[in-house]
């Protein structure tokens, strides 16, 4: 963890070095770091955050869409529609590493806004869509077209590399990705808010959904520019005095100082990095119960025997109940430097919502059961995607490899919400077995994997320690050669 609250340190205790008498050394030396962190926070957090809210919000709006008319108005069957948001994430797992390839070639305040603005405008032409063709369409065009929201959320996780230290990402991480709860609580109310328009140019208010949020994302979007900053060195906000700070807090544990120019080397040795794929396959264990959990959770709830409208409001308190978890789970495992026990035991709690779910027989006669379950099934499942989708953020040293390791751990793990696209069927329902049945297989088995993947670690921590002693300064290391390097020591 960082020091206390307020407490001052010098470039000197930053970076170990000797103290020097010169001006700029000396203005360096009262900076108070607590408070350049929370002006770091107040700057960067929102500013992404409420892109990754809207992002979200457009992503899985369609789940609010359907039970407001969508599929009776574009004349498709439960099936077809499976089908629909199944080609999205087909094309949001083929354009992850891409998308984190060109984030290194260009700017976060150029590529992250302009990845949004395309995405809302996409978002909001499937409000006029009439027919399955168009349906479809737009949900490939979602997933394919100018590799839109696929690099967002590597491409801040590799973002916020270049500003914290280690130890200081995973929390920040965490209150980014609990932007998703919000958006799926916001969601909610505004369906509940929009779904009241139906006869206002259409029949159905389900376009509007589409419509005004696309808008809106669109308008946050391309305001963005003025809000997003790019890297240290060049950021306005800062003194050169403050620059300077960070440089040193930098290098003292990460690689976030060195200039580091793309090279395919890098990129090719994180594909051989086993523990790379095991980061994917930890995030693979979540997506399936995640995003099942926000494209289906209206009708999970609607079937409980709720209307329409009721349903949308239903949907609020168990994603603010997530946020609550997620923020509380970051604090303790940032605090007690412990990764895979919180994700796994986070992963258990929501595996007892959905045993909940499938051990109520009778979900119209006792929906209240069931709306129990949905609570330990959100409360569980974002704390646990947060943390395991930061491991990799605090574990890879390597720009390159760090930012391709990112979008590996997307990619592998979006194949489970391809999967999960198509277990929720109109005929399941009010149950619903097989889609609860195996969220609760995945969140078991990512358990298992956290566990392994924690051991792993925590033995080549040992094995190094054998060989050579941990290193603070990587920034300032000639000869620095990764996370591959004795010297670097894994976060579990």
Same mark, same amino acid.
């Given at each position: 963890?960082?020091?206390?609250?307020?407490?001052?340190?010098?470039?000197?205790?930053?970076?170990?070095?000797?103290?020097?008498?010169?001006?700029?050394?000396?203005?360096?030396?009262?900076?108070?770091?607590?408070?350049?962190?929370?002006?770091?926070?107040?700057?960067?957090?929102?500013?992404?955050?409420?892109?990754?809210?809207?992002?979200?919000?457009?992503?899985?709006?369609?789940?609010?869409?359907?039970?407001?008319?969508?599929?009776?108005?574009?004349?498709?069957?439960?099936?077809?529609?499976?089908?629909?948001?199944?080609?999205?994430?087909?094309?949001?797992?083929?354009?992850?590493?891409?998308?984190?390839?060109?984030?290194?070639?260009?700017?976060?305040?150029?590529?992250?806004?302009?990845?949004?603005?395309?995405?809302?405008?996409?978002?909001?032409?499937?409000?006029?869509?009439?027919?399955?063709?168009?349906?479809?369409?737009?949900?490939?065009?979602?997933?394919?077209?100018?590799?839109?929201?696929?690099?967002?959320?590597?491409?801040?996780?590799?973002?916020?590399?270049?500003?914290?230290?280690?130890?200081?990402?995973?929390?920040?991480?965490?209150?980014?990705?609990?932007?998703?709860?919000?958006?799926?609580?916001?969601?909610?109310?505004?369906?509940?808010?929009?779904?009241?328009?139906?006869?206002?140019?259409?029949?159905?208010?389900?376009?509007?959904?589409?419509?005004?949020?696309?808008?809106?994302?669109?308008?946050?979007?391309?305001?963005?520019?003025?809000?997003?900053?790019?890297?240290?060195?060049?950021?306005?906000?800062?003194?050169?005095?403050?620059?300077?700070?960070?440089?040193?807090?930098?290098?003292?544990?990460?690689?976030?100082?060195?200039?580091?120019?793309?090279?395919?080397?890098?990129?090719?040795?994180?594909?051989?990095?086993?523990?790379?794929?095991?980061?994917?396959?930890?995030?693979?264990?979540?997506?399936?119960?995640?995003?099942?959990?926000?494209?289906?959770?209206?009708?999970?709830?609607?079937?409980?025997?709720?209307?329409?409208?009721?349903?949308?409001?239903?949907?609020?308190?168990?994603?603010?109940?997530?946020? #609550? $978890?997620?923020?509380? !789970?970051?604090?303790?495992? @940032?605090?007690?430097?412990?990764? &895979? /026990?919180?994700?796994?035991?986070?992963?258990?709690?929501?595996?007892?919502?959905?045993?909940?779910?499938?051990?109520?027989?009778?979900?119209?006669?006792?929906?209240?059961?069931?709306?129990?379950?949905?609570?330990?099934?959100?409360?569980?499942?974002?704390?646990?995607?947060?943390?395991?989708?930061?491991?990799?953020?605090?574990?890879?040293?390597?720009?390159?490899?760090?930012?391709?390791?990112?979008?590996?751990?997307?990619?592998?793990?979006?194949?489970?919400?391809?999967?999960?696209?198509?277990?929720?069927?109109?005929?399941?329902?009010?149950?619903?077995?097989?889609?609860?049945?195996?969220?609760?297989?995945?969140?078991?088995?990512?358990?298992?994997? #956290? $566990?392994?993947?924690? !051991?792993?670690?925590?033995? @080549?921590?040992?094995?190094?320690? &054998? /060989?050579?002693?941990?290193?603070?300064?990587?920034?300032?290391?000639?000869?620095?050669?990764?996370?591959?390097?004795?010297?670097?020591?894994?976060?579990?």
């Amino acid at each position: 963890m960082a020091e206390k609250k307020g407490e001052k340190k010098t470039v000197d205790d930053v970076a170990g070095g000797d103290s020097g008498a010169s001006d700029s050394e000396t203005a360096v030396s009262q900076i108070n770091e607590g408070a350049l962190l929370r002006k770091l926070d107040l700057r960067l957090l929102p500013a992404v955050g409420v892109l990754y809210l809207l992002s979200f919000l457009d992503r899985s709006n369609v789940g609010n869409a359907r039970i407001e008319g969508l599929l009776t108005d574009v004349h498709m069957t439960g099936n077809q529609y499976l089908t629909g948001l199944t080609l999205y994430f087909v094309g949001y797992v083929l354009f992850e590493i891409p998308c984190n390839i060109i984030l290194k070639r260009t700017t976060p305040r150029i590529w992250l806004p302009t990845l949004t603005i395309v995405w809302g405008i996409v978002a909001t032409l499937t409000g006029i869509v009439h027919n399955l063709a168009g349906f479809l369409i737009s949900r490939f065009f979602l997933g394919y077209v100018n590799l839109t929201e696929s690099g967002l959320f590597p491409g801040v996780v590799f973002y916020f590399s270049m500003w914290y230290k280690r130890r200081e990402r995973q929390y920040r991480i965490s209150l980014f990705f609990s932007a998703a709860s919000l958006a799926g609580a916001f969601g909610g109310i505004l369906a509940y808010g929009i779904g009241r328009m139906r006869g206002v140019v259409w029949d159905n208010g389900w376009r509007w959904i589409f419509i005004l949020e696309g808008i809106l994302t669109v308008l946050v979007a391309a305001s963005a520019y003025g809000f997003i900053h790019n890297y240290p060195d060049t950021s306005k906000f800062l003194s050169e005095d403050e620059r300077k700070f960070i440089h040193q807090r930098l290098a003292a544990d990460s690689d976030a100082t060195r200039d580091e120019r793309f090279t395919w080397t890098a990129v090719v040795e994180a594909l051989k990095d086993p523990n790379c794929w095991l980061y994917g396959l930890g995030f693979h264990t979540m997506s399936l119960p995640l995003y099942t959990l926000s494209l289906f959770l209206p009708t999970i709830i609607a079937n409980l025997g709720y209307t329409a409208a009721t349903a949308q409001l239903l949907t609020v308190p168990p994603y603010a109940f997530a946020f #609550v $978890t997620t923020a509380s !789970i970051a604090v303790l495992s @940032e605090r007690l430097g412990q990764r &895979a /026990i919180f994700i796994g035991g986070s992963a258990i709690f929501a595996a007892i919502g959905y045993a909940i779910l499938l051990g109520n027989t009778d979900p119209v006669g006792r929906p209240g059961v069931s709306y129990v379950g949905v609570f330990f099934s959100a409360g569980g499942i974002y704390p646990a995607t947060a943390l395991v989708l930061s491991w990799p953020a605090i574990n890879v040293s390597g720009q390159t490899k760090r930012a391709i390791a990112n979008a590996m751990q997307i990619s592998i793990g979006n194949l489970g919400a391809v999967l999960g696209t198509q277990l929720y069927r109109a005929t399941d329902g009010p149950r619903f077995i097989v889609g609860h049945s195996l969220a609760l297989a995945y969140l078991v088995a990512n358990a298992v994997v #956290v $566990t392994i993947l924690g !051991i792993r670690l925590k033995r @080549e921590n040992e094995r190094r320690e &054998a /060989i050579a002693e941990e290193i603070k300064h990587v920034g300032e290391v000639v000869d620095w050669r990764g996370d591959s390097d004795p010297r670097w020591r894994f976060e579990y």
